[in-house]
């Protein structure tokens, strides 16, 4: 079956970093669009950034300039670096990953989900 696990959150001050991984199991890491959601409490999950199957990243114009996300197909992982923080950044951050192509910043598109790592921002 497929496992998507998230790791690297945690508690860190505004202006901080983190990296975030995402390990993947049980399907084809290479064919799969993955991206990075998150929710903060009382909102909605949010899209953040992705990679595409074939190579190249986007992000959500709110991150864009501070994270930056990459893959390594060699060890089925997807990151999520993570600098100059805010304390708007917290949330419980979630790896996502699907196959098709469209409405890449919707939720309710991707096939499946990791179980969220929480990234508290203090400021």
């Known amino acids: 079956q497929v496992q998507l696990v998230e790791s690297g959150g945690g508690l860190v001050q505004a202006g901080g970093s983190l990296t975030l991984s995402c390990a993947a199991s049980?399907?084809?890491?290479?064919?799969?669009?993955m991206s990075w959601f998150r929710q903060a409490p009382g909102k909605e999950r949010e899209f953040v950034a992705i990679?595409?199957?074939?190579?190249?990243?986007d992000s959500a114009d709110s991150v864009k300039g501070r994270f930056t996300t990459s893959r390594d197909n060699a060890q089925n992982t997807v990151y999520l670096q993570m600098n100059s923080l805010k304390p708007e950044d917290t949330a419980v951050y979630y790896c996502?990953?699907?196959?098709?192509?469209?409405?890449?910043?919707?939720?309710?598109?991707?096939?499946?989900w990791g179980q969220g790592t929480q990234v508290t921002v203090s400021s």
């Open positions: 049980g399907l084809t890491f290479s064919s799969y669009i």
């Open positions: 990679n595409w199957s074939g190579g190249g990243t």
């Open positions: 996502a990953a699907k196959r098709r192509g469209y409405a890449i910043s919707r939720a309710d598109t991707y096939d499946y």
